[in-house]
């Protein structure tokens, strides 16, 4: 963990000014009041995030769709930005820089965007020569995480630019055999503590599917952040398919105007709100048991067990750190 330092209110003050067709300066002032303190974060205030969506497209030659951009900057807020978008594989997919992507020849194209320092993730775009071409594989399974010695079985199905399923057989990989290995039929054995991703391919397209080993529950100790107070423990852990979050009967708080359980890769507030995964609003003390798996699907999104490394207290309005824990594994 890189050395803690306070926010700098005036930095953050300058930005704004430098926005003076946004009201924000008044949100911050009228949230200082409701959470006030200094933010304490453990790394540099900078949180940017350039999303690009769909993350996997499928496309006959000739045929066009455009991506969408959501952009978010280091204090959490949503901008509407005009990125610049690239090609790693001109010669099967193009993209311009309104963000519109054609297939020009058959294989695996990926374009991603950038805006600044930042990049987005690369979007795949498999693109198939006729309608009868399998353009997708999905892989599912019951199981995220498995035990060192655990089998489970994976499941893929082909489709067609049209969503018509594909009969086919498989060929199953995994990218790291020392944590897990499959089998023809689609069986993973776990083999060691570790992360890996099982991969089913047919014609050319790949189904991805991500496993962990060995990671059957993970425990942090909550400690009080800006002056404000958090105790007890959290403790992340697995029932099925799904990750269940539970904050312990002596779990305490500060609250003030809307105080967020999160889960994220970072402690400063602006970081945490902009890229991290807000779990839910508290109100009180105590035990708590939240689905994180449903809770990230009722946003549209996907969560793996591992993926966050805190559980965070958040102030909501003010993007104020009230309390952290370390998730151990």
């Known amino acids: 963990?890189?050395?803690s330092r306070p926010i700098s209110w005036v930095g953050i003050c300058n930005f704004i000014g430098m926005k003076l067709a946004k009201p924000l300066l008044i949100a911050v002032i009228f949230f200082l009041g409701s959470c006030i303190g200094t933010d304490v974060t453990d790394g540099p205030v900078s949180g940017d995030n350039l999303e690009l969506t769909p993350k996997t497209e499928s496309l006959l030659i000739g045929q066009s769709f455009m991506l969408s951009v959501s952009y978010i900057n280091f204090l959490g807020e949503a901008e509407e930005v005009m990125p610049d978008f690239h090609s790693l594989n001109p010669d099967i997919v193009s993209v311009d820089q309104d963000g519109t992507v054609t297939a020009v020849d058959l294989g695996v194209g990926k374009v991603y965007a950038s805006y600044g320092m930042t990049n987005s993730d690369t979007v795949i775009i498999?693109?198939?020569?006729?309608?009868?071409?399998?353009?997708?594989?999905?892989?599912?399974g019951d199981k995220i995480n498995i035990d060192i010695g655990e089998e489970t079985m994976l499941r893929a199905n082909a489709y067609t630019v049209n969503e018509v399923p594909v009969v086919t057989t498989f060929f199953w990989s995994s990218e790291n055999e020392e944590v897990a290995t499959v089998n023809g039929e689609g069986v993973v054995t776990g083999a060691a503590k570790g992360f890996t991703t099982i991969k089913a391919s047919a014609d050319g397209v790949d189904g991805f599917y991500d496993i962990s080993v060995g990671f059957?529950?993970?425990?942090?100790?909550?400690?009080?952040?800006?002056?404000?107070?958090?105790?007890?423990?959290?403790?992340?852990?697995?029932?099925?398919?799904?990750?269940?979050?539970?904050?312990?009967?002596?779990?305490e708080t500060s609250f003030a105007l809307g105080?967020?359980?999160?889960?994220?890769?970072?402690?400063?507030?602006?970081?945490?709100?902009?890229?991290?995964?807000?779990?839910?609003?508290?109100?009180?003390?105590?035990?708590?048991?939240?689905?994180?798996?449903?809770?990230?699907?009722?946003?549209?999104?996907?969560?793996?067990?591992?993926?966050?490394?805190?559980?965070?207290?958040?102030?909501?309005?003010?993007?104020?750190t009230f309390g952290y824990g370390e998730l151990t594994l």
Not at 232 to 246: F, M, P, Q, R, V
Request: glycine letters at 10%.
């Open 126 to 140: 498999n693109v198939v020569g006729s309608e009868n071409d399998i353009a997708e594989i999905v892989v599912s």
């Open 259 to 320: 105080t967020f359980v999160y889960l994220a890769n970072s402690t400063a507030g602006a970081q945490v709100k902009a890229q991290g995964l807000e779990v839910s609003q508290i109100t009180m003390n105590g035990s708590h048991t939240f689905n994180v798996t449903e809770i990230a699907e009722n946003m549209g999104k996907t969560v793996s067990f591992g993926e966050y490394k805190y559980v965070v207290i958040l102030c909501g309005p003010a993007s104020l």
């Open 216 to 251: 059957g529950m993970a425990q942090a100790t909550f400690m009080g952040s800006s002056g404000y107070t958090a105790k007890g423990t959290a403790e992340l852990s697995l029932s099925g398919k799904d990750i269940i979050l539970t904050l312990s009967d002596d779990f």
């Open 1 to 3: 963990m890189s050395e």
